[in-house]
Nanobody
Framework: QVHLVESGGGSVQAGGSLRLSCAAS????????MAWFRQFPRSEREGVAVADIGGERRTAYRDPVRGRFTISVDNAKNTVYLEINNAKPEDTAMYYC???????????????WGQGTQVTVSL
């Protein structure tokens, strides 16, 4: 059974940085991507960043975060990270980690989710 455990959320001032972590366990080699999504109150989840975990060095980002967020994978630790730099108040959301078989930022491609971690950015 696949299990995801997130950590690293919290509060930060605008312009600051934060790093989220997601440790995965129990997955088989046909899982090819890990991604971060976020959800604003009364909104659908939106993909933020995705990284290939199947051996290809590729990542993708949603436009509003490109250049400020960095997703990385430590395959030895089965952990994916999301580094948030130059944080903005509009980044305030619940952030979820996920793992799937497709390299995608569409939530329909994912069915396994972490518990979520709150990120709050204040002025």
């Amino acid at each position: 059974q696949v299990h995801l455990v997130e950590s690293g959320g919290g509060s930060v001032q605008a312009g600051g940085s934060l790093r989220l972590s997601c440790a995965a366990s129990g997955y088989t080699p046909d899982y090819r991507a890990m991604a971060w999504f976020r959800q604003f109150p009364r909104s659908e989840r939106e993909g933020v960043a995705v990284a290939d975990i199947g051996g290809e060095r590729r990542t993708a980002y949603r436009d509003p975060v490109r250049g400020r967020f960095t997703i990385s994978v430590d395959n030895a630790k089965n952990t994916v990270y999301l580094e948030i730099n130059n944080a903005k108040p509009e980044d305030t959301a619940m952030y979820y980690c996920t793992i799937g078989r497709a390299f995608s930022l569409w939530d329909g491609d994912y069915s396994i989710w972490g518990q979520g971690t709150q990120v709050t950015v204040s002025l």
